[in-house]
């Protein structure tokens, strides 16, 4: 196996590691690395806690190939699984592992399948139209883009690249593809440059951007396969469990705190002096809402100049009940909650914690 192609510097690895690593002491731990990619994460968290376990999940053969020489060195504290994030129960319950201790999603295209033109990604260098990450399965964005209906098409840009000329874009597309296939990448630049109004070519970068975008969100059912796997994710974590996600445009991001945000409330009726079993939150919010890198990580890698970073640790809920019962005592009457709002009710769990402000 030689050299891994593309430039693979990992976004924010100091950072996710302060975050992951209460959860990554914990014994017996297990880590599952979401997003694979060229290993450099992962790598990292089996150098720097020499206990836990790895189970690396990816779509993209060719990376997992990449990842499975440089992680050689582990041995046996490494699982590479060719899947999906979304198939992280199925995974699990093949290798017999019951719970996770730390997760990590980084999310969007990965180094190798950026920096290789063959792949199909880049709007900036010319290559067969593919964008699957999965090479062994599934459609390709030549086909969605002379296959699609021209009303799917411009949903598909407005829905995934929130494009707002999605239906200039469209026409030109269904204009050129008449006369012969678009096969390439550079073909399909021309075509959206060529759509687009001058003015608004002059700012956001290059136009090609968003439908570039969106056309690799629907090849590869990004969003659908992110709001299963956040939910199987947090439902495996172990209590003192801790997920970090970083996401690179609104829509993921959208996805990642609806969950997030939804667990660390609780769901109890406020007028209540106590919490009802099963009603408070599950997730300790670790973050300020979603957390940006630093200018000094941008600058020495610039493909986190977009991320947003959240974390979550699950909340050991049997400690709770513990430390309730030792405070108050079973047969003991237990107080109001002191509120700040009103004098009604309790401030719900999990609304403000040490450190944190609002999702």
Do not use: W
């Not at 469209?170 to 687009?196: F, G």
């Not at 090609?208 to 659908?224: D, H, M, P, S, W």
């Amino acid at each position: 196996m030689g050299e891994p192609r593309g430039t693979h510097v990992p976004v924010l690895l100091e950072r996710c590691l302060e975050l992951m690593a209460p959860a990554l002491e914990l014994p017996g731990a297990v880590h599952v690395d979401f997003t694979l990619g060229l290993g450099g994460h992962a790598e990292a968290v089996l150098e720097r806690f020499p206990d836990v376990v790895l189970i690396g999940l990816d779509r993209d053969t060719e990376a997992l190939a990449h990842s499975r020489h440089r992680l050689i060195r582990f041995g046996d504290r490494t699982h590479l699984v060719h899947a999906v994030y979304d198939e992280l129960p199925r995974v699990l319950e093949e290798l017999g592992i019951p719970a996770i201790h730390s997760g990590l999603f980084d999310l969007g295209v990965s180094s190798l399948q950026l920096d290789e033109a063959d792949r199909g990604f880049a709007y900036a260098q010319d290559a067969r139209l593919d964008m699957r990450m999965d090479q062994s399965r599934g459609v390709t964005a030549e086909e969605i883009v002379n296959g699609y209906e021209p009303g799917d098409l411009v949903r598909v840009l407005r829905q995934y690249g929130e494009e707002k000329f999605a239906p200039r874009i469209v026409s030109s597309i269904v204009r050129e593809r008449a006369k012969a296939r678009i096969t390439s990448t550079a073909r399909l630049a021309d075509l959206v440059k060529d759509a687009i109004p001058a003015a608004a070519r002059r700012t956001g970068g290059n136009p090609a951007k968003r439908t570039f975008q969106a056309l690799r969100i629907e090849v590869n059912g990004e969003l659908e396969a992110l709001e299963g796997a956040v939910p199987a994710a947090l439902d495996a974590l172990a209590p003192k469990g801790r997920l970090v996600v970083m996401s690179y445009q609104s829509l993921e991001d959208r996805i990642v705190k609806r969950e997030l945000t939804a667990r660390s409330r609780s769901t109890g009726p406020v007028d209540l002096p106590v919490e009802l079993p099963g009603t408070g939150p599950s997730l300790r919010l670790l973050t300020r809402g979603s957390e940006p890198p630093s200018e000094a990580e941008v600058a020495a890698n610039p493909r986190a100049a977009s991320v947003k970073l959240r974390a979550v640790e699950r909340i050991d809920e049997q400690e709770q009940a513990r430390k309730f019962e030792e405070t108050f005592g079973a047969g003991r009457e237990r107080p109001r909650m002191s509120t700040t709002r009103g004098g009604r009710g309790r401030i719900r769990p999990g609304a403000n914690v040490e450190g944190e402000g609002r999702a």
